[in-house]
């Protein structure tokens, strides 16, 4: 079996796809960790389209990591820390975006967590403070973002919210566990906040991506297997790209997507349709 190559039309780098497309509007991005996170593209993406953007961080380590990226290529940008299990951080974040920008139109939520010990063996052995944190931290984040960020919202004359999700929210994926229950509870969230805030013009979405090498990533056992399986088994032979899921999110921010809501766009070369 030969395995397809990307074209160098498809690895363009998405902060150059739409110049100006997205000049004036502001958007905050929570999630960004590593030079390989999805956050990331997703953010290079969407300030190349002229948006003005925020980030938070978790702790002094994160907060270096993101500082180095941000600073010398979106200068002026605001970093703020912000625990997401602490409903008084969130809305300090939103507050501060608030006295800075005025006004939010875009929220990017690709925030998860449990721990790596839940991340391997049966999903019958979760413990219940592992289910509680992978819920709080994966999924109700999105509806705590989403209640403090809806007055900026406002300001702007509506946005859209962008979540990150995967297949395993869907589908048994072997390790994913009770990330999987987190991610299935997440879409279903989305899908309520969409219906919550339609009348607003705010829209919801999330993208299911395929395996990505990401930092996160590595912390579910056997991950390099799954990417393995993966490559050979989609229509299209390959992984997916960063940047492939960053070209969604552009989509998702634009007017493109104006009468988009509610909806997982999975972004994974086609193995969500797979039968075997």
């Not at 921010?253 to 349709?273: L, N, R, Y």
Request: glycine share 10%; charged share 20%.
């Amino acid at each position: 079996m030969t395995t397809a190559t990307l074209t160098p039309d498809a690895t363009t780098q998405t902060e150059s796809w739409a110049p100006n497309l997205l000049k004036g509007k502001v958007g905050v991005i929570f999630g960004v960790a590593h030079k390989t996170s999805i956050a990331w593209a997703i953010a290079k993406a969407l300030h190349g389209a002229g948006m003005q953007l925020a980030f938070t961080y978790q702790g002094e380590r994160l907060e270096k990591n993101v500082r180095e990226l941000v600073e010398p290529t979106m200068e002026g940008s605001l970093i703020v820390p912000c625990d997401v299990t602490d409903d008084a951080q969130v809305a300090a974040v939103f507050k501060q975006i608030d006295d800075k920008y005025g006004k939010l139109d875009t929220l990017v939520h690709s925030v998860a967590f449990s721990k790596k010990e839940e991340l391997q063996g049966e999903y019958m052995n979760t413990t219940r403070e592992g289910f509680a944190l992978a819920h709080d931290i994966s999924a109700y984040s999105l509806t705590a973002m989403t209640k403090a960020a809806r007055p900026l919202f406002a300001k702007a004359g509506g946005g859209n919210i962008i979540t990150m999700t995967y297949l395993g929210g869907e589908r048994v994926v072997q390790n994913y566990n009770v990330m999987g229950v987190a991610k299935a509870s997440l879409e279903m969230s989305l899908r309520y906040l969409a219906k919550d805030l339609g009348p607003e013009n705010v829209r919801v979405n999330g993208i299911s991506a395929g395996p990505i090498k990401t930092l996160a990533a590595r912390g579910i056992t056997g991950f390099s297997t799954i990417l393995n399986k993966m490559e050979e088994l989609t229509p299209m032979q390959r992984n997916i790209t960063a940047d492939e899921v960053a070209g969604t999110a552009l989509y998702l921010a634009s007017p493109m997507s104006g009468g988009v809501t509610g909806e997982v766009i999975h972004v994974d070369a086609g193995f969500h349709m797979m039968g075997f």
